[in-house]
């Protein structure tokens, strides 16, 4: 088993910047990638950035592409996301995942609110 936590969101003014943190427990020997994921009411859950665990490869969507930043701490079993020049739009529920396989996620976090207002 993996656990995942995730820490960091909140609400923040356009143009502002947050960080959100996700650690894992568990049997994390066992996991090949892990993501981070977004869902805003109304809207698919999509993906904000997917880190292959062993290379630390990053791959972000094109809507969040040089704005925000992914990494991994090795050490700490943790994974963070730099979220800066937040828009409105990037309002969603933030969760954290982890996957076995590197196709389907197995685990997940709680997930955490990210708000941007104007």
């Known amino acids: 088993q993996v656990q995942l936590v995730e820490s960091g969101g909140g609400l923040v003014q356009a143009g502002g910047s947050l960080r959100l943190s996700c650690a894992a427990s568990?049997?994390?020997?066992?996991?090949?990638?892990m993501g981070w994921f977004r869902q805003a009411p109304g809207k698919e859950r999509e993906s904000v950035a997917i880190?292959?665990?062993?290379?630390?490869?990053?791959y972000y969507a094109d809507s969040v592409k040089g704005r925000f930043t992914s990494s991994r701490d090795s050490a700490k079993n943790t994974v963070d996301l730099q979220m800066n020049s937040l828009k409105p739009e990037d309002t969603a529920v933030y969760y954290c995942?982890?996957?076995?396989?590197?196709?389907?996620?197995?685990?997940w976090g709680q997930g955490t609110q990210v708000t941007v207002s104007s």
């Open positions: 995942a982890a996957s076995k396989n590197g196709v389907t996620y197995d685990y």
């Open positions: 880190i292959r665990w062993s290379t630390g490869s990053i």
């Open positions: 568990g049997r994390t020997w066992s996991i090949y990638t």
